[in-house]
Antibody, heavy 123, light 108 residues
Framework: QLHLQESGPGLVKPSETLSLTCTVSGGSILTPYYWGWIRQPPGKGLEWIGSIYYSGITYYNQSLKSRVTISVDTSKMHFSVNLRSVTAADTAIYYC????????????????WGQGIVVTVSS | SFVLTQPPSVSVAPGKTARITCGGSNIGGKSVHWYQRKSGQAPVVVFYSDPDRPSGIPERFSVSNSGNTATLTISRVEAGDEADFYCQVWDSGDDNVVFGGGTKLTVL
């Protein structure tokens, strides 16, 4: 059964870069799926950050696009997100998830999800 | 950009029917996915591409989607159904994943 696990620092200073990794186990990352990042700020709903196909094709949330880079390392069976110039507004639970393809091979629904990692932006 | 609107909360007594709506312009023409997030847990998909229910999701859960509203219906609600529910679509106009704001289901 596919399992995803987020890892990275739980505390990041303002203006620095938040870097998280999602390790995939129980299956291959070299499959026709996207791999996505989603976050949930305290007291708020889910917000999509971006998704990457195993070949490297990326889609980003337009509101975060200028600060986000998602990459995939197929040899290490993981994918990562870098979010630059963070502020307190980037404090959230960060989830990674496998994303299925939908119409015209575009990203669709997410399943399964990792357990999530709490990241706090504070000095 | 495409917007999905959900009621912040829905309350229902055990054994009754809960309906959670997800509004969006011509959402009936899109594939809508639904997630359940119980307290302290990661979200779980309960419906994908509208009518498809993953194995393990009770048949008490059903969906409909027409016009400007998609609806998740939970029949014979149980205490264990209490959670936050989110709808989600792919907005092909902006190449964006869009989530609704979420609905907190409270079982009275």
């Amino acid at each position: 059964q596919l399992h995803l696990q987020e890892s990275g620092p739980g505390l990041v200073k303002p203006s620095e870069t938040l870097s998280l990794t999602c390790t995939v186990s129980g299956g291959s990352i070299l499959t026709p799926y996207y791999w996505g990042w989603i976050r949930q700020p305290p007291g708020k709903g889910l917000e999509w950050i971006g998704s990457i196909y195993y070949s490297g094709i990326t889609y980003y949330n337009q509101s975060l696009k200028s600060r986000v880079t998602i990459s995939v390392d197929t040899s290490k069976m993981h994918f990562s997100v870098n979010l630059r110039s963070v502020t307190a507004a980037d404090t959230a639970i960060y989830y990674c998830a496998r994303q299925h393809q939908g119409v015209a091979a575009r990203p669709s629904w997410f399943d399964p999800w990792g357990q999530g990692i709490v990241v706090t932006v504070s000095s | 950009s495409f917007v999905l609107t959900q009621p912040p909360s829905v309350s229902v007594a055990p054994g009754k029917t809960a309906r959670i709506t997800c509004g969006g312009s011509n959402i009936g023409g899109k594939s809508v996915h639904w997630y359940q997030r119980k307290s302290g847990q990661a979200p779980v998909v309960v419906f994908y591409s509208d009518p498809d229910r993953p194995s393990g999701i009770p048949e008490r859960f059903s969906v409909s989607n027409s016009g400007n509203t998609a609806t998740l219906t939970i029949s014979r609600v149980e205490a264990g159904d209490e959670a936050d529910f989110y709808c989600q679509v792919w907005d092909s106009g902006d190449d964006n994943v869009v989530f609704g704001g979420g609905t907190k289901l409270t079982v009275l």
